[in-house]
């Protein structure tokens, strides 16, 4: 019996001590420095991409890919003359970690304080990408007079099923967060290495994507954004946006797996003044997958 007690223990324990050995994001910074912007809850990386002066676009990343999701898109927009910023959500890239729920609420104060940080006072166009078109949709709701559009990538708030893993994560908070530390890593390498025959604009995007499992507090933040923001549903917000008649060009990936098309649907019932772009043979990750497709469809939206 006390065998068989130690052995349970060791297995409880070990993914919390594989959490606790990864490098803090303080080391990160020291090899590569970053701009960081003081915010309410910890110091946020950000980067200013093409002209000092034009139209603002706010580039909003996902889940677990930080702002080098945008590597590809950026040049795009920088010669069509917008002022980009991208950055990186609080616990990943070179982002603090604060350990608190990380729902609608706290995004998007994030976004609103990022952008007095920086003195941005006129309308900016949103463009999110998945969890981040979440986010671009909860600040679009809250602050409609800071918003000229919303452009929303396979977006997710719109109830779609993360399966069973992601449901128990978020019912069973303590048993969710042990899983997380436990078998997240796995999965998500295998989501990854499924990707690596597919085409990217971003250099070296699997091994980008990779590093964030080697810092302290990314999995914590995972876990806090599937039980938070990915654990509602939008509706009211995206019924706000076309009461404040608010522009959203919603775009989906007809082969999308993780935020399938039959979220269109419900979209369109929430919000029937949103517009809505198909491309076809993409999936999630059509920003990266896809990039010049995407451009092609978004360039007449940004700059009507």
Request: proline share 6%.
């Amino acid at each position: 019996m006390i065998w068989l007690l130690l052995i349970v223990g060791v297995i409880l324990v070990t993914p919390y001590l594989r959490e606790a050995l990864r490098k803090p994001v303080s080391a990160r910074r020291k090899d590569t420095p970053q701009n960081l912007a003081g915010l309410t809850l910890g110091k946020v990386s950000y980067c200013w991409h093409g002209p000092a002066s034009g139209p603002v676009v706010v580039c909003i990343h996902g889940l677990t890919s930080p702002g080098f999701v945008w590597d590809g898109l950026v040049p795009y927009l920088t010669e069509a003359g917008f002022r980009v910023l991208s950055f990186d959500l609080y616990g990943r890239g070179y982002s603090d970690r604060p350990n608190q729920l990380q729902d609608a609420a706290l995004f998007s104060d994030l976004v609103h304080d990022l952008l007095a940080d920086q003195n941005v006072d006129e309308p900016v166009t949103l463009i999110g990408n998945s969890m981040g078109s979440a986010v671009a949709t909860a600040f679009s709701a809250q602050h409609p007079s800071r918003v000229r559009q919303a452009v929303l990538l396979v977006p997710a708030g719109l109830g779609h099923n993360l399966g069973a893993a992601a449901t128990l994560t978020r019912k069973v908070p303590l048993v969710g967060h042990w899983l997380i530390h436990a078998f997240y890593p796995r999965a998500l390498r295998k989501g990854i290495d499924a990707e690596r025959a597919l085409p990217s604009s971003v250099p070296d995007i699997q091994e980008k994507q990779l590093d964030e499992l080697n810092y302290r507090g990314f999995l914590r933040s995972v876990h806090s954004s599937l039980c938070g923001i990915l654990g509602v549903t939008l509706e009211h917000e995206h019924r706000s946006l076309q009461k404040n008649n608010l522009p959203v060009v919603a775009v989906w990936g007809a082969d999308d797996d993780v935020i399938p098309l039959s979220c269109k649907d419900r979209m369109a019932q929430w919000n029937p003044d949103a517009s809505h772009i198909v491309l076809e043979n993409c999936g999630h990750g059509l920003v990266y997958t896809h990039t010049k497709d995407l451009w092609q469809q978004l360039e007449p939206v940004l700059l009507r």
